[in-house]
Nanobody
Framework: QLQLAESGGGLVQPGGSLRLSCAAS????????VAWYRQAPGKQRELVAS???????NYADSVKGRFTISRDNAKNSVYLQMNSLKPEDTAVYYC?????????WGQGTQVTVSS
């Protein structure tokens, strides 16, 4: 059993940057997949970025070249670096982790991009 806690969200102007953090309550070294999802008001939750245990990454076309997912097993943490932010990036962002027998979600953190 794991709890995931996101932090780092907030209000930022277009073109700015934020780094989201996801702190797990236990080891993430055995996780097969870590990922970030987001959900804007009135829209479906969508996959933003993912990383396998082997280091393979995948990004939504809308964020490719601007966002970077990373993990630090020693710190039991997952990160999402977001650069060149656009108003369309405004959403609640969720951390996700998959193990062999279970999947886990964070509670979400709000990111608002506005001038």
């Amino acid at each position: 059993q794991l709890q995931l806690a996101e932090s780092g969200g907030g209000l930022v102007q277009p073109g700015g940057s934020l780094r989201l953090s996801c702190a797990a309550s236990g080891s993430i070294s055995s996780a097969s997949v870590v990922a970030w999802y987001r959900q804007a008001p009135g829209k479906q939750r969508e996959l933003v970025a993912s990383m396998t245990s082997g280091g393979t990454t995948n990004y939504a076309d809308s964020v490719k070249g601007r966002f970077t997912i990373s993990r630090d097993n020693a710190k039991n943490s997952v990160y999402l670096q977001m650069n060149s932010l656009k108003p369309e990036d405004t959403a609640v962002y969720y951390c996700y982790l998959r193990r062999v027998f279970n999947s886990y979600w964070g509670q979400g953190t709000q990111v608002t991009v506005s001038s």
